[in-house]
C-alpha cells in the first residue's frame, strides 16, 4: 500500500486589520515589507502545521482511508504592500464599494431582514467561482460581482449578502451552531469584541476531510488568492476562538449542485474500454435529456423519467451491481443514491461532493461518457439478489485470471452457449472464453463490434439475468 504523502505548510500571512497595518508600517522605511514581518496573527513567528493528504494511488486503489483532494498553496508573494484597512476587512459597504454613500458607521450591525434563501451548493459552488477565477486579496479592491476582495466580503459574496459586511456584522446573519451539526455553506467565524483589529478572520466549511473530523475543507479569501484548503479544526491557531455559525437564509440540508453555477472541472484520465463497444444497458430511451433537469428531480420521494434515466446511465458506467434486475425504475431508491454515490467517489470526489445525490457536473459526465467508471468489487461477489456483479472490462483480457471468468463460462454453458469448450471453463482468460461470448452476443441480435466477444455490462446482465 503506498505510503501517505506529507507537506509541511505555514499559513499565509493574510491580516489586514488596523493594528497589523500599524506594526508592518513602523517595521517598514518603503512601501514594501518582508512577509515574515506582517501577516494574519495566527501566521506570525515559525508555526508549522502537518497536512495530511493520502496518495492518489490509495483512491484508485482502495487501499487505507477515503482521501480528500488537499490544495497546498503556492509560497507567498514576498513583500507586501503597506495600506490602512481602516477597519478590519474594511468598513460595511455596499456592493462595488461606498461610492460617497456610506451604509453607516463603520461594522453597523446588518439587517438580518434582508437575507435571501439560498441552497447549500449553491453557497459551495458561489465560493468555487472566485477560486476557480483566482480572485487576488484586497481589503480596497471589489471584484467584479461587487464584493469586496477580503475573507467578510467573500463571505457575502457567498452568501448573496446585498452588502460587503466585516467579521463584527456577518453574525447577525446567521446563528450559532455546534461543531456536530456543522454542514457545508456553514461559517467558523472568529471576531474579537475586545480588539476587533487582532485576528479576526472569517472561512466558509466545505465538509470534512475525513470521519475523524480533526481536518476540515476550509474555502477562504486570503493571499495572494482565493484558497481551497483542508485545514485543522478551528482554524491554524486560534482554533478555540473560531465559532460555528449557520447562515439564516439556507434552505434545506446537504443538496447537490445547482445548473445556474459552472461546475468545477475535474481533470480526467482517459477510460479504459474494451475492444467494440456494447448497446446501452436498456437503450435510449424517449424523454433522455442531455441538460441537467434539476436538483428537484431526485431524491426520496422522486418518481419521473429522469430518475430512470440517472439509473440507465449508472448501469452503463458499472453500477449493475446495484440493480440486481439490470434495470432502473422511475421512483427514487437506495439503489440510486448508493450508485450515483459510487460514481461520485470514482471521480476522487469526498464529503458534500459525494452524497449520491447528482448534481450538474454529476449529469454532465454521465450524459459524456466522461470520468472514471465505477471500479469492480474486488472480488466480483455477488450484489443484492445473489446476483454476481460486473467485475468490470479490464478483467476480460488476453493473460488476465480473475474468478469471474470462471463464473462467465460456467453461465454461458447453463445458456447453452459453451460450445467451443474441450475442457473447463477456468479462471485463466482464453480465446475460447471470447468466441463463446461472441456466440452469445450474436443471438442476442448485435452485430460488428457489439458482437467483439469481451463481455460488457448489458452481455454481463442478460447473461445472469
Known amino acids: 500500500m503506498p505510503m501517505p504523502a506529507f ?8 491580516c489586514v486589520c488596523r493594528g497589523c497595518a500599524q506594526s508592518r508600517r513602523a517595521l517598514a522605511r518603503a512601501r514594501t515589507v518582508p512577509l515574515r514581518d506582517g501577516g494574519h496573527p495566527a ?8 497536512v495530511l493528504a493520502t496518495a492518489a494511488g490509495v483512491v484508485l486503489t482502495g487501499g487505507g482511508a477515503p482521501a480528500v483532494a488537499v490544495t497546498t498553496p503556492p509560497p507567498g508573494p514576498g513583500p507586501v504592500a503597506l495600506d490602512d484597512p481602516g477597519s478590519p476587512q474594511g468598513d460595511r459597504t455596499p456592493l ?4 460617497g454613500s456610506p451604509v453607516g458607521k463603520p461594522g453597523a450591525p446588518g439587517r438580518p431582514a434582508a437575507v435571501k434563501r439560498i441552497e447549500r451548493a449553491t453557497i459551495i459552488n458561489r465560493a468555487k467561482l472566485w477560486l476557480d477565477a483566482k480572485v487576488p486579496y484586497s ?17 457575502s459574496m457567498v452568501w448573496n449578502l446585498g452588502t460587503n459586511e466585516w467579521t463584527g456584522s456577518l453574525d447577525k446573519f446567521a446563528t450559532k451552531i455546534t461543531k456536530e451539526e456543522l454542514l457545508p455553506g456553514d461559517m467558523l467565524l472568529f471576531h474579537n469584541p475586545a ?10 466549511f466545505g465538509g470534512w476531510v475525513d470521519e475523524t473530523r480533526t481536518h476540515y475543507v ?9 484558497r481551497k484548503l483542508a485545514t485543522p479544526y478551528g482554524y491554524w491557531t486560534n482554533a478555540a476562538k473560531y465559532v460555528p455559525y449557520r447562515f439564516n437564509g439556507v434552505t434545506g440540508g446537504i443538496v447537490p449542485q445547482v445548473p445556474q453555477v459552472p461546475p468545477v472541472p475535474v481533470p480526467q484520465p482517459p477510460v479504459t474500454q474494451p475492444p467494440g463497444a456494447e448497446p446501452p444497458a436498456s437503450g435510449p430511451k424517449p424523454g433522455d435529456v442531455t441538460v441537467f433537469p434539476g436538483a428537484d428531480k431526485f431524491g426520496p420521494g422522486a418518481t419521473n423519467d429522469h430518475v430512470a434515466q440517472l439509473g440507465r446511465m449508472l448501469i452503463e458506467r458499472g453500477a449493475y451491481r446495484f440493480y440486481p434486475k439490470g434495470q432502473a425504475g422511475r421512483t427514487w431508491t437506495d439503489a440510486h443514491r448508493l450508485s450515483t454515490q459510487a460514481f461520485q467517489l470514482a471521480q476522487g470526489w469526498r464529503g458534500a461532493d459525494a452524497d449520491g445525490l447528482p448534481g450538474a457536473h454529476t449529469w454532465r459526465l454521465l450524459v459524456e461518457h466522461q470520468g472514471r467508471d465505477i471500479p469492480p468489487t474486488v472480488d466480483a461477489a455477488p450484489g443484492p439478489g445473489g446476483v454476481r456483479a460486473y467485475p468490470g472490462a479490464a478483467v476480460f483480457r488476453p493473460g488476465r485470471s480473475h474468478p469471474a471468468i470462471t463464473a462467465l ?41 457489439s458482437a467483439n466477444g469481451y463481455p460488457g455490462p ?7 439475468a
Open 139 to 155: 481589503m480596497s479592491e471589489y471584484w467584479t460581482d461587487g464584493y469586496r476582495q477580503d475573507c467578510s466580503g467573500f463571505v
Open 409 to 449: 463460462g460456467r453461465q454461458l454453458i447453463k445458456k447453452g452457449f459453451g460450445k467451443h469448450y474441450t475442457s473447463g471453463p477456468g479462471p485463466r482468460w482464453s480465446e475460447t472464453d471470447r468466441r463463446n461470448v461472441e456466440a452469445f452476443q450474436r443471438a442476442q441480435g448485435w452485430r460488428g463490434t
Open 7 to 14: 507537506e509541511e505548510y505555514e499559513p499565509a500571512g493574510d
Open 195 to 204: 480588539d476587533p483589529n487582532n485576528g479576526s478572520h472569517v472561512v466558509i
Open 458 to 464: 448489458e452481455t454481463w446482465r442478460r447473461l445472469f
Open 96 to 99: 462595488h464599494g461606498p461610492k
Open 218 to 226: 476550509a474555502y477562504e479569501q486570503t493571499r495572494p488568492t482565493t
Open 43 to 50: 501566521a506570525r513567528g515559525a508555526r508549522r502545521a502537518l
